[in-house]
């Protein structure tokens, strides 16, 4: 199971962080990775981090921006987001796969899901 927590509002220029805490599972054998939902638009990639954390990869419009990182002994997955932009404003999801694969931007290749995180970028 999967739990993300940290949206909210913030105005534009400001920062936020996720957490996306895991349960139920090693979450050290877990690829996860970061996706949003804009209103009326599908899901995007954000970032993946592999499993031990040393390494990362980003979707082009959020790179230098966020940062996604991990914690394995609180079983947690962080995603770091600063200078927040208007177009920023989605429901952030956090997910997990078993794959060997790294990266995986597709979220066909997740299996496991959290529930959502608002984050409200107003000018």
């Known amino acids: 199971q999967l739990q993300a927590s940290g949206g909210g509002l913030v105005q534009a220029g400001g920062s936020l962080r996720l957490s996306c805490a895991a349960s139920g599972r090693t979450f050290s054998d877990y690829v996860a990775g970061w996706f949003r939902q804009a209103p009326g638009k599908g899901r995007e990639f954000v970032a993946t981090?592999?499993?031990?954390?040393?390494?990362?990869a980003y979707t082009d419009s959020v790179k230098g921006q966020f940062t996604i990182s991990r914690d394995n002994a609180k079983n947690t997955v962080y995603l770091q987001m600063n200078s927040l932009k208007r177009e920023d404003t989605a429901v952030y999801y956090c997910?997990?796969?078993?794959?060997?694969?790294?990266?995986?931007?597709?979220?066909?290749?997740?299996?496991?899901w959290g529930q959502g995180t608002l984050v409200t970028v107003s000018s």
């Open positions: 981090i592999n499993r031990s954390g040393g390494n990362t």
């Open positions: 997910a997990a796969t078993r794959s060997v694969n790294f990266p995986l931007r597709s979220y066909n290749s997740y299996n496991y």
